[in-house]
């Protein structure tokens, strides 16, 4: 019940986003379970070039951060995925970085980044991962 009332008190702005950025991170979701990487990516950046709304980085990153942690398996790469989407649909440009790393017991990690005018603006500290592969969205 908490959590209705406090999407309730969202503006109409941010409940507008906060259920569009749920149908993309679903659909991104789903789609890396049942489709190949490059099949999601090229569909990921193909809905990005189309720009249908006008929303500050900072509310997207909050609505993908704030999405993702309530739809279960929404891993660095799908909050990345939909974030470069969305980002994207607002007409700002933002770049994935995918990178490896290994851990204390020498296992190996990847993990997934989003990076704005230079910055990390989703993935936290990245700084022990080596990129390895960065995916740029089409201006």
Known sequence: ?????????????????????????????????????????????????????????????????SVSRRIPGSTCLTQALAAQALLGRSGHHATIQIGVAKDEESRFEAHAWLLFDGCVILGGEVDRFTSIMAVEAKR
């Open 1 to 65: 019940m908490r959590e209705l009332t406090r999407f309730l008190d969202l503006s109409a702005q941010r409940r507008s986003l906060f259920l569009q950025t749920g149908m993309v991170v679903g659909a991104i979701r789903i789609g890396l379970w049942v489709l190949p990487f490059a099949t999601v990516q090229r569909l990921v950046l193909r809905a990005g070039q189309k720009v249908t709304a006008s929303h500050p980085v900072e509310q997207i990153i909050w609505a993908v951060t």
